[in-house]
């Protein structure tokens, strides 16, 4: 029977038995790297070579075939190229195999008949029942028990030891490097896994097992693509469930980028600030490179639970504290000045030219008196005005009690259980500090750089601890739609809760006059109503500010006219009051075929395509989160109200944002996408009001 595709991945990182299709004697042939590993690295499992040419290989007895074999294996590598490779999964499907890992190349990541042949490779092995990593994958390596069937040679010129970090990739250079970076600053790694195409198993799915192991503080992933956004939040999900962090690098922001992700392994590139709210939604920490990814590792693993973004900063160097105040205000972490009552017994143990506010600079006073550090430090761990620490050591050796100044900081870290960076470029210096596993860089900069990371990301997962967003289910594949007009776009808004421009649909000059004679003769928007054109002004079908009878009864006209020379059709002209307001905003949704409902909120108008100024969020949200994307807008300082200005009425925006997100959430609506723009917005209390709408809506086949 077949095992669930969840167990079946976790047999892959624990398995009982391994084959190799395609073992090799040399240790440095695809086929033969596995094989080595696995008998170096202390793999108690028991190990299948299969190679029709041999009977030994490496020491081990040889099959000639799957068939031969006496057990069926949990796990079987493939690699053997080109059919032979397709024949062998295909085996490994009818024999009742768990899982296959594909190393071999020359599928999707090439041209799109190798994609063909991957895709129906992956069909037949699902509905056997088994698992595909890959292809074009280096394998899996899980050093917590042997189990390291990869070819990486990374692990031949790196020695690895079980750690506390897991890495998934689906390229295998990147499951590799961040391993590498992270051995050289001594920290083990029990993870290090490459899953290729992705053409079954993902890197999302992978990561839903193995954020389940307990040994584990910190996950590390790296994304060319997203296909299941829904495996990501369960990983998430079950990431957050023992506050293991996530940090994800995600390849593509770039159209070049984009580009070479589906050279490289045949990802699926999302739009890049869909994938910012998704992992934010989620509390996944984005980074922007790999000194990012692994920077802040040595902060994920002390176990502290910060509470707070204060910072205070302590150097034996003026110009340290000034770029550590630089680099502070960059992180948005602020540096408030210590209490006046630790202000004062600083100045009792500190030289009079000494800094005492914050940053604390102790001077050069340091070389002539090694006890003012640790004479210091006390005080400042009993102010209540911080929340980190960062302390700078510019530059000691002989002469300094370099030992002490170590002792003092883990002493000064244990009694806080604060967050601390140090930093200090000597390597006498850093290796004392680094001895008592504390957090050390070479520079200020660094050092909060990593520990801004930290304290934000710590925020990110409590945010989306508190929110609890749903495990998306897989979005619904949108059939073809129809522009409705605007006067069919404002009555849906209107019907699922968005306040809409008072207005009527005229056929007459006649309609046209009573209408603006029923808006009260006060000034009047005229507009042509049509589905074939979203971008009306461009096409003379708009008149603003009409103000008397004749005026709306001429503008009847002018737009028919326009439209017969746009080659529009017109189901009627729109007579609609002019409203005036404080902003005008918009919001725009979309039906994404990888995330979903999709909507966009931000500054409005015409200029909206010439200077975007949004915001993208994931239904289900509230309007506290609609609220929380404005104010990280540019314009966000408007909203509150400036030079005199009342604040706008951010709350009703937010409703009918809300209101939107439902709209594009209900599948019987069809909603494929909307553009609601300008959304005209009044002082608080007045409200606000959307003018104009373009809706496509599906339609039945």
């Not at 899996?140 to 990486?152: D, E, I, M, P, Q």
């Not at 600079?361 to 006390?378: E, K, V």
């Not at 945010?463 to 605007?486: F, H, I, Q």
Request: hydrophobic share 45%; proline share 6%; glycine share 8%.
């Amino acid at each position: 029977m077949p095992l669930d595709p969840r167990d079946a991945l976790r047999l892959a990182l624990a398995p009982r038995s391994i084959a190799v299709i395609g073992a090799s004697d040399n240790a440095n042939k695809i086929g033969g790297r596995p094989l080595a590993y696995l008998a170096r690295f202390g793999y108690q499992g028991t190990v299948y070579p299969i190679n029709p040419t041999r009977p030994e290989v490496q020491g081990l007895r040889c099959f000639p075939s799957l068939q031969s074999l006496p057990n069926v294996p949990d796990v079987v590598i493939v690699a053997v190229a080109g059919d032979m490779a397709v024949a062998a999964v295909d085996e490994c499907g009818e024999a009742g195999v768990a899982l296959c890992i594909v190393m071999s190349s020359g599928f999707g990541e090439t041209d799109p008949d190798g994609k063909a042949r991957e895709q129906a490779m992956a069909a037949r092995a699902r509905a056997r029942g088994m698992r595909i990593v890959g292809p074009n994958s280096q394998g899996l390596a899980n050093f917590g028990n042997g189990a390291v069937a990869s070819f990486s040679t990374m692990f031949t010129e790196v020695a690895p030891a079980d750690g506390p970090v897991g890495i998934i990739s689906q390229s295998g250079a990147m499951s590799v490097i961040p391993y590498g970076l992270l051995r050289a600053r001594g920290i083990g790694v029990r993870h290090s896994h490459a899953t290729g195409n992705d053409c079954d198993v993902t890197v999302c799915e992978l990561a839903t097992v193995v954020a389940e192991d307990p040994g584990l503080k910190l996950l590390l992933l790296y994304l060319e693509g997203i296909p299941d956004p829904w495996n990501l939040a369960e990983a998430a999900r079950v990431a957050r469930a023992r506050n293991l962090p996530i940090v994800a690098l995600k390849s593509g922001r770039s159209a070049a980028g984009q580009e070479a992700a589906q050279s490289h392994t045949g990802a699926l590139a999302n739009e890049d600030r869909t994938v910012d709210a998704f992992l934010a939604d989620h509390g996944i920490w984005r980074v922007q490179n790999m000194v990012e990814m692994v920077d802040a590792t040595q902060l994920y693993l002390k176990g502290w639970k910060p509470r707070g973004r204060r910072l205070v900063a302590i150097s034996n160097s003026g110009a340290v504290c000034v770029l550590t105040a630089d680099a502070a205000s960059a992180a948005n972490m602020p540096l408030e000045p210590l209490s006046a009552a630790t202000q004062t017994e600083l100045r009792t143990i500190l030289p009079g030219f000494a800094t005492t506010t914050n940053p604390v600079d102790i001077t050069a006073a340091l070389l002539s008196n090694s006890r003012l550090f640790g004479g210091i430090l006390p005080p400042i761990a009993r102010d209540p005005a911080a929340d980190a620490f960062m302390i700078g050591i510019a530059v000691a050796g002989a002469g300094y009690d370099v030992e002490a100044f170590a002792n003092d900081t883990a002493s000064f870290a244990a009694e806080t259980g604060k967050p601390i960076v140090v930093a200090a470029p000597q390597l006498s210096v850093s290796d004392r500090f680094k001895a008592l596993d504390l957090p050390v860089y070479p520079t200020e900069g660094e050092a909060v750089r990593a520990l801004g990371q930290f304290l934000s990301h710590a925020e990110l997962q409590q945010a989306a601890t508190v929110r609890n967003a749903p495990v998306p289910s897989k979005p619904r594949v949108a059939g073809p739609s129809v522009m409705l007009d605007e006067v069919a776009s404002l009555a849906l808004l209107a019907e699922h809760g968005v306040s809409v421009v008072k207005h009527s649909l005229c056929t007459s000059q006649v309609d046209a006059v009573a209408a603006f004679q029923a808006l009260g003769d006060q000034p009047v928007v005229v507009k042509g109503c049509t589905s074939d054109a979203s971008h009306k002004s461009e096409l003379g079908l708009v008149r603003v500010g009409l103000n008397s009878a004749d005026a709306v009864a001429a503008a009847y006209n002018q737009m028919n006219d326009a439209a017969r020379t746009a080659g529009v059709t017109l189901s009627g002209v729109i007579v609609a009051e002019m409203v005036k307001g404080r902003r005008e905003l918009m919001i725009g949704a979309r039906l994404d075929p990888v995330f979903g409902p999709v909507v966009l909120v931000g500054d409005g108008g015409k200029y909206v395509e010439a200077m975007p100024d949004a915001q993208v969020l994931l239904p289900p949200f509230d309007a506290a989160h609609v609220e929380s994307a404005l104010r990280r807008l540019r314009i966000a300082p408007l909203l509150d109200g400036v030079r005199g200005e009342p604040p706008l009425d951010v709350a009703a925006f937010c409703e009918s944002v809300v209101a939107v997100g439902r709209l594009m959430s209900d599948d019987a609506a069809g909603i494929t996408q909307l553009d609601i723009n300008p959304v005209i917005v009044g002082a608080r209390g007045e409200g606000c009001v959307a003018v104009d709408a373009v809706i496509f809506r599906e339609v039945a086949l």
